[in-house]
Protein backbone atom coordinates (compact mmCIF):
# COMPACT_ATOMS: atom_id res chain seq x y z
CA UNK A 1 0.00 0.00 0.00
CA UNK A 2 1.44 3.26 -0.97
CA UNK A 3 0.02 6.00 0.44
CA UNK A 4 0.99 8.95 1.18
CA UNK A 5 0.49 10.90 4.95
CA UNK A 6 0.21 14.46 4.75
CA UNK A 7 2.53 16.27 7.09
CA UNK A 8 1.85 16.99 10.33
CA UNK A 9 0.45 20.50 11.20
CA UNK A 10 3.15 22.75 12.46
CA UNK A 11 0.78 23.88 15.19
CA UNK A 12 -1.48 21.16 16.84
CA UNK A 13 -0.04 18.22 14.93
CA UNK A 14 -2.82 17.15 12.74
CA UNK A 15 -2.65 16.28 9.31
CA UNK A 16 -2.33 18.99 7.17
CA UNK A 17 -2.70 18.60 3.60
CA UNK A 18 0.79 20.02 2.45
CA UNK A 19 0.10 23.38 0.71
CA UNK A 20 -3.22 23.81 2.01
CA UNK A 21 -3.06 26.49 4.42
CA UNK A 22 0.80 27.74 5.14
CA UNK A 23 1.88 29.95 7.96
CA UNK A 24 4.87 32.08 7.28
CA UNK A 25 7.59 32.62 9.67
CA UNK A 26 11.37 34.04 10.17
CA UNK A 27 12.74 30.05 9.71
CA UNK A 28 10.42 29.80 6.35
CA UNK A 29 7.16 28.42 5.79
CA UNK A 30 5.36 25.73 8.08
CA UNK A 31 2.21 23.40 7.08
CA UNK A 32 -0.97 24.02 8.79
CA UNK A 33 -4.13 21.93 9.38
CA UNK A 34 -6.60 25.05 8.94
CA UNK A 35 -6.67 28.66 9.06
CA UNK A 36 -6.76 29.00 12.58
CA UNK A 37 -3.85 27.17 13.12
CA UNK A 38 -1.86 29.08 10.46
CA UNK A 39 -3.40 32.24 12.30
CA UNK A 40 -1.89 31.28 15.60
CA UNK A 41 1.43 30.26 14.44
CA UNK A 42 1.81 33.77 12.69
CA UNK A 43 0.60 35.11 15.99
CA UNK A 44 3.16 33.23 18.38
CA UNK A 45 5.83 34.12 15.92
CA UNK A 46 4.93 37.80 15.11
CA UNK A 47 5.22 38.60 19.23
CA UNK A 48 8.96 36.25 19.12
CA UNK A 49 7.11 34.24 21.40
CA UNK A 50 8.79 31.11 19.07
CA UNK A 51 10.37 29.42 22.04
CA UNK A 52 6.65 28.29 22.89
CA UNK A 53 7.58 25.42 19.66
CA UNK A 54 10.70 24.51 20.95
CA UNK A 55 9.40 24.16 24.77
CA UNK A 56 6.18 22.55 24.36
CA UNK A 57 5.30 19.21 25.20
CA UNK A 58 2.53 18.34 23.30
CA UNK A 59 0.96 19.65 20.15
CA UNK A 60 -1.95 23.16 20.92
CA UNK A 61 -5.05 21.93 20.14
CA UNK A 62 -7.05 22.94 16.54
CA UNK A 63 -9.06 25.64 17.04
CA UNK A 64 -12.66 25.72 15.66
CA UNK A 65 -13.61 29.28 14.12
CA UNK A 66 -17.75 29.08 14.20
CA UNK A 67 -17.43 28.15 17.73
CA UNK A 68 -14.40 30.72 18.45
CA UNK A 69 -16.60 33.29 17.22
CA UNK A 70 -19.65 32.49 19.14
CA UNK A 71 -17.88 32.32 22.05
CA UNK A 72 -16.38 35.59 22.14
CA UNK A 73 -20.00 37.34 21.98
CA UNK A 74 -20.16 36.18 25.69
CA UNK A 75 -17.24 38.81 26.40
CA UNK A 76 -19.10 41.63 25.47
CA UNK A 77 -22.02 40.94 28.04
CA UNK A 78 -21.29 42.85 31.22
CA UNK A 79 -23.81 41.31 33.02
CA UNK A 80 -21.97 37.98 32.13
CA UNK A 81 -18.61 39.51 33.27
CA UNK A 82 -19.59 41.25 36.28
CA UNK A 83 -19.51 37.73 38.69
CA UNK A 84 -15.89 36.92 37.47
CA UNK A 85 -14.68 40.72 37.86
CA UNK A 86 -13.20 42.30 40.88
CA UNK A 87 -12.66 45.68 41.33
CA UNK A 88 -8.51 47.07 41.97
CA UNK A 89 -7.86 50.19 43.17
CA UNK A 90 -6.88 51.16 39.68
CA UNK A 91 -8.86 48.94 37.39
CA UNK A 92 -10.20 45.25 37.77
CA UNK A 93 -9.16 41.84 37.87
CA UNK A 94 -10.99 39.33 35.81
CA UNK A 95 -11.06 34.98 36.23
CA UNK A 96 -11.29 33.12 33.22
CA UNK A 97 -12.25 29.57 32.67
CA UNK A 98 -9.22 27.75 30.22
CA UNK A 99 -9.49 24.79 27.85
CA UNK A 100 -6.90 22.99 25.73
CA UNK A 101 -4.03 23.62 27.85
CA UNK A 102 -1.10 20.46 27.89
CA UNK A 103 1.86 21.72 29.51
CA UNK A 104 4.01 24.63 31.30
CA UNK A 105 4.51 26.25 27.75
CA UNK A 106 1.12 26.89 27.18
CA UNK A 107 0.54 28.54 30.60
CA UNK A 108 3.87 30.51 29.31
CA UNK A 109 2.37 31.44 25.94
CA UNK A 110 -0.69 32.89 27.40
CA UNK A 111 1.06 34.61 29.74
CA UNK A 112 3.32 36.32 27.77
CA UNK A 113 0.44 37.35 24.80
CA UNK A 114 -1.83 38.63 27.65
CA UNK A 115 1.32 40.36 28.85
CA UNK A 116 1.47 42.27 25.22
CA UNK A 117 -2.06 43.55 25.48
CA UNK A 118 -2.66 46.85 26.01
CA UNK A 119 -3.97 47.85 29.55
CA UNK A 120 -2.87 44.19 31.19
CA UNK A 121 -1.00 44.79 34.34
CA UNK A 122 -0.57 40.91 35.02
CA UNK A 123 -2.00 37.75 33.63
CA UNK A 124 -1.70 34.23 35.50
CA UNK A 125 -2.43 30.90 34.42
CA UNK A 126 -2.81 28.13 37.23
CA UNK A 127 -2.41 25.12 35.13
CA UNK A 128 -3.85 22.55 37.38
CA UNK A 129 -7.12 24.82 37.76
CA UNK A 130 -6.73 25.43 34.14
CA UNK A 131 -7.72 29.60 35.32
CA UNK A 132 -6.26 32.51 34.34
CA UNK A 133 -6.37 35.80 36.41
CA UNK A 134 -5.97 39.04 34.40
CA UNK A 135 -5.56 42.22 35.87
CA UNK A 136 -6.03 45.20 33.98
CA UNK A 137 -5.22 48.82 34.44
CA UNK A 138 -8.75 50.81 33.77
CA UNK A 139 -11.89 48.64 32.52
CA UNK A 140 -11.37 45.04 31.27
CA UNK A 141 -11.05 44.36 27.54
CA UNK A 142 -12.08 41.05 28.00
CA UNK A 143 -13.15 40.60 24.25
CA UNK A 144 -9.55 41.11 22.59
CA UNK A 145 -8.18 38.84 26.07
CA UNK A 146 -10.35 35.98 24.40
CA UNK A 147 -9.71 36.74 21.21
CA UNK A 148 -5.76 36.31 21.60
CA UNK A 149 -6.47 33.07 23.63
CA UNK A 150 -8.32 31.86 21.01
CA UNK A 151 -5.64 32.94 18.47
CA UNK A 152 -3.53 30.90 19.61
CA UNK A 153 -5.46 28.08 19.97
CA UNK A 154 -6.88 27.45 23.13
CA UNK A 155 -10.41 27.77 24.88
CA UNK A 156 -11.57 30.04 27.19
CA UNK A 157 -15.03 30.47 29.03
CA UNK A 158 -16.10 32.49 32.08
CA UNK A 159 -16.21 29.83 35.00
CA UNK A 160 -18.92 28.59 36.47
CA UNK A 161 -22.02 30.15 37.76
CA UNK A 162 -21.20 30.98 41.68
CA UNK A 163 -24.37 31.93 42.70
CA UNK A 164 -25.79 28.77 40.69
CA UNK A 165 -23.23 26.77 42.43
CA UNK A 166 -23.86 27.44 46.08
CA UNK A 167 -27.94 26.76 45.39
CA UNK A 168 -27.40 23.28 44.53
CA UNK A 169 -25.19 23.35 47.75
CA UNK A 170 -28.50 24.33 49.65
CA UNK A 171 -30.47 21.37 48.12
CA UNK A 172 -30.02 18.82 50.75
CA UNK A 173 -32.62 16.12 52.12
CA UNK A 174 -32.54 17.91 55.44
CA UNK A 175 -32.91 21.69 53.76
CA UNK A 176 -35.87 20.58 50.99
CA UNK A 177 -37.60 18.35 53.71
CA UNK A 178 -40.99 19.53 54.28
Known amino acids: MNQRLAPP ?6 PA ?7 RTPEGKRDACCPGCAAAIETIYGMG ?4 YRIRQDDAPAPDARRAELDLALFDI ?8 TPLPDGQRLRLQLSGLTCAAC ?15 RASVNLAGMTLT ?8 ARE ?4 IQQLGYGVSLPGDREGQAGEADLTPSATAQ
Open 49 to 52: LDDY
Open 134 to 141: VDYQGTPE
Open 17 to 23: PSGAFIA
Open 107 to 121: SWLIEKTLSAQPGVK
Open 78 to 85: ADLLAPHS
Open 145 to 148: TARR
Open 9 to 14: CWHCGQ
